[in-house]
C-alpha cells in the first residue's frame, strides 16, 4: 500500500510542480533556519555540561546594595571556601580561581605575554573535570609553584618535546613553576579558558583572612540532588559571622549601622550551568551570553517553520478544486476516508522529506554565514551520528504530518455526489486561509518592527553625545613593559607632529577597564557610606579624551598638593550633597588595615558615559597617579596607518619584552554592544526570510485566484474593465489581510521591544513612523507579488478566458 501512496504521490507532484516547488521552497528555508537557530540554542544551553559534575557545582556571588550603585560581584573573597565548607556539611568540597591578567612568561631565551593564565587551589581537577593527558589529577597541583598547561602552550614554548618537568618563570611573582601536567584545550563552551593553571599554594593572598577585598571565583560541590537555594537561604550567616567584625575595621561602620542606611550585602548562589546564560554580573572572567535571546531566537524558528506550514495548507486548501473529481470518483470506486487521508499525508511527506534533504544543504552552504554574524563557532554534524539521523527524520515526520494533516482531511471530507455534480464549495474554509495569512504577515511585520527598533537604538548609541572623544584615540596596552621607560616612551610619541596629545592611564571609558570601587564618606561624615568608581589618571587624561571640566580645575603639575586632590563627577557631586558647591569639600577613604586617606576636591568633571548605555551614569572619583598600563594617544593626523608603524618602530627601540599592541577607543566601544549588533543582524536576515517564505505563499494563492476566477476576468473586460482595475479588484482582498495583520501586530511589537528596550538606561523611542514604515514595505511587497499574476490574468483574451468556462 505504501508503494502505491508513493507512486501516486509522486505523479501528484510533478503534475503540479509549479505548487510543489512553493512548497518544498518554504518548507526548505523554513525547516533550515529552524535547524541553524537550534544548533545556536544547543550551543549556548551546553556551556558548562562538559562537566560531570555540573548539576551539582554551584558558584558564589557577591551582591548588595550601597549609595551610590548596586554591588554585583562575580567573585568573592579569599576565606569564603574554606569557610563555606567548615561551616555548612553539605558543602562536600570548594575549588577556587584566580585570574592573572597578563603576565610575563620566560622559558629560555623566549618570553611571552600570557592572558590566559590563573592560580587555582590543588584540588581544581577533581571538580572540573578537564581530563590529564600527562601527570595525576590528585597530585599535580599540590605542590607550590607548580603548573598545568594547555597542549597549544605547550607547542607554544617547548615545541615538540615532552612538557612534563620543564621550568618556565613567572616574572610577576619571581617565580619558577614547574610543569606538572598537560591537558587538551579547554572546551569551548566552558564559561573559561586558560592555557594555564598555576598552584594556588604559590599564592600568598589565597591564605589570608581579609573578608574585605574579592579576587576569587569560588565553587562549591553539593551532594547529588541537593537543592542549592537551601545552602543559599542560610547564606546570610556568613556575613553576620566573618564581614560584621572587619567591616568597622575597615570602612569605620558597623554591619548593624551599615544596614541602617538602606545598604544590604549578601552571598548568593548560581548553579555553573546558568553561568553563561544568566551571569551579569561585574569582574566576569569572560563574556556572558544572554537567555533573552535564547527565547527570542527560539521563538523565531518556530514561527519560520509555522509560516512555511501555513503555507503548504493554504496552498492545498485553495487547489482543491483540482483534486475535488479525483476524491469523488476515488470515493465511488471504494476508496475510504482513512486511504484518502493516508494518500495525502503521503504526498505531503513526499514533498517535506524533498525539502528537508535541501534545508541540510542550505544549512551546511548558511552555517559560516551564520557563524559570522552571531559571532559563534558552531559546527553542522547532522549526518554524523546515527541518532542525529533519527531525530532529522522524525523532525522531517513532524513537519510533514502537521503541514499535511488539515489538507488531507479537509480534501478527504469531500461528498462525492456534490462534487461530481460540481455543487461544492472550491477552495475551502476561505475565512481560515484568511486567517492564517493575517498570521504570517502578523509575524513578518512584528519582525520588521523589531528589526527597525534594534537598528534605531544602536543609532543612537553610536550617535549619542557620550562626554568623551573616541575617534581618532589609539590606546597603547602593555606599556608597564617598558618598564622606567615609559616617560620616554610617551616623550617621543609627543615628538611627532601627528600626534596632539598622550595620557597614561590604565582606566579607560570603552571596553575593558580597570575598575575599583571606591567606598568613602563625605566630609568626614561617616554616618553615610557612598559607593563610587575611582580611576587613577595623570593630568592630561581630561584634555586627552576631550573631557569637559564644569567646575574647578584639572590635575596640574603646578600644584604639588594635587597628589591628595580629586576630581569627582557630576553625579558624584550630586550624591555627596554638594550639587554645584563641590569645591573645597573632602572625601575620606579606609584601607582594609584601618588607615583612613583623605583628598579634597579640585574640581568636578562634566558626567561622561564610563560604562555601558544599559546603566546609568554613577559616582566617579579620579585621583592623581602613575598611570602605569596603558597610554591614551590622541591623534591630529588622518595618517592613522602611517603613525602606527611609527608608534611601534619607537615601542621597540627601547627593547621591551613584549611586542607593541594597540586597540582603537571607538572600536572598543562597539565592541560593547556586540549582543545588539548580533541580534540586530540575526532579526533583520529572518525578518526578510519570513517575508520572503509568506510571499511565495502569496503568490501561490494569488495563482490560484487568478484562475478561480478566469470567466469574471472575461466578462469585466468584455464589459469594458481596464487593466489596472482588475489588477486592483484582485489586490484588494489580500492587501486587507496585510491591514488587519498589521492592526494586530502593532501592539504586540510595541510592547514587546519597549521592553526590550527598559533594559537600557538611556534608548530611544519607538516613533510611530516605525510602524508606518513596516506595514509599507509590507503592502508594497505584498501588491508586488500578486500583480505579476494579476497583471497576467488581466492582460489575458477574454475569448480565450469565456471560451474555457
Known sequence: MFRNYLKIALRTSWRNKGFSGINISGLAIGMATCLLITLYVLNELSYDRYNKMADRIVRVVFRGTVQGGELREANVMAPVAGAMKRDFPEVLDATRIRSYGTPAITYKEKTLREDKLAFVDPNFFRLFTLPLLQGDTKTALQQPNSVVITRTVAQKYFGQENPLGKVIFLKEQNASLKVTGLIDEVPANSHFHFGLFASMTSLPEATALNWMSSNFYTYLLLPEGYNYKQLQSKLPQLVDKYIGPQMEGAMGLTLAQYRQQGNQLGFYLQPLAAIHLQAGLTGDME?????????????????????????????STAAASKRAKEVGIRKVMGSLRGQLVGQFLAESLLLTTVALLLAIALVYWALPVFNHLAGVDLQAQLTAHPWVWAELLLFGLLTGLFAGSYPAFFLSAFKPIAVLKSKFSSGGNKGLRNGLVVFQF???????????????????????????????????????????????????????????SVAASDYLPAGPSNNNNFFVFADSNTAQLIKSLRYEVDENYLPTLGMQVASGRNFSAQFPTDSTGVIVNETAARMFGWNRQALGHTISHKENDGTVHTYHVVGVVKDFHFRSLHELISPLVMTLGKGEGSMIVKCGSADVAGLLGSMGNKWASFGPEGPFSYSFLDERFQDTYKAEVVIGRILGIFAGLTIFVACLGLFGLATFTAEQRTKEIGIRKVLGASVPGIVSML??????????????????????????????????????????????????????????????????????SLRNE
Open 442 to 500: 502578523f509575524i513578518s511585520i512584528s519582525l520588521m518592527v523589531g528589526t527597525a527598533v534594534v537598528y534605531r537604538q544602536l543609532y543612537y548609541i553610536q550617535h549619542k553625545k557620550l562626554g568623551y572623544e573616541k575617534e581618532q584615540v589609539v590606546v597603547v596596552q602593555n606599556t608597564w613593559m617598558l618598564g622606567p621607560n615609559q616617560g620616554a616612551f610617551r616623550n617621543e610619541l609627543l615628538r611627532d607632529p601627528r600626534i596632539a
Open 731 to 800: 489586490s484588494k482582498d489580500f492587501l486587507k489581510l496585510v491591514l488587519v495583520a498589521f492592526v494586530a501586530a502593532a501592539p504586540v511589537a510595541w510592547m514587546v521591544m519597549n521592553r526590550w528596550l527598559q533594559d537600557f538606561a538611556y534608548r530611544t523611542r519607538i516613533s510611530w513612523w516605525l510602524f508606518g514604515l513596516a506595514a509599507l514595505v509590507a503592502s508594497l511587497l505584498t501588491f508586488f507579488t500578486i500583480s505579476f499574476q494579476s497583471i497576467r490574468a488581466a492582460n489575458a483574451d477574454p475569448v480565450d
Open 287 to 315: 563574556p556572558y551570553g544572554d537567555i533573552r535571546y535564547v527565547y527570542i531566537f527560539s521563538a523565531v524558528a518556530v514561527f519560520m517553520l509555522l509560516i512555511a506550514c501555513i503555507n503548504f495548507m493554504n496552498l
